[in-house]
């Protein structure tokens, strides 16, 4: 026994967080060789008028898709502001 309608949706589910995991993973990389590009370079650790845009673009995204904005919001902000961290620390400061 077993509930099969709530089990297909799970294993959709875990398929989709797996991507998640997969597409942050490549994001991370890439912003870690941004910080390394950053601190060689000399540019600081943040860029808000580059934020500014990306999340003024992820706000429309989610609209068209049907997604909450403010949700797409929180949620790029979380990672920006991690990504921030990772910076400050790449250029040997001290993280927020
Ligand atoms: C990755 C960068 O560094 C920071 C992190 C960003 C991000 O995670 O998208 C965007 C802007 C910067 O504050 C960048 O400058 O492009």
Do not use: C, W
């Not at 875990?14 to 390394?36: C, M, P, S």
């Amino acid at each position: 026994m077993g509930d099969d309608v709530l089990q297909g949706y799970r294993q959709s589910i875990d398929n989709i967080d797996a991507a998640l995991v997969h597409l942050l993973a490549e994001r991370f990389k890439v912003t870690q060789a941004v910080g390394r590009h950053k601190a060689t370079t000399g540019l600081p650790a943040a860029d808000p008028g580059r934020e500014e845009h990306q999340i003024a673009r992820l706000r429309r995204l989610a609209e068209d898709a049907q997604l909450d904005p403010e949700f797409s919001e929180k949620f790029l902000r979380f990672i920006i502001d991690e990504v921030i961290r990772h910076h400050q620390r790449q250029q040997g400061g001290t993280a927020a």
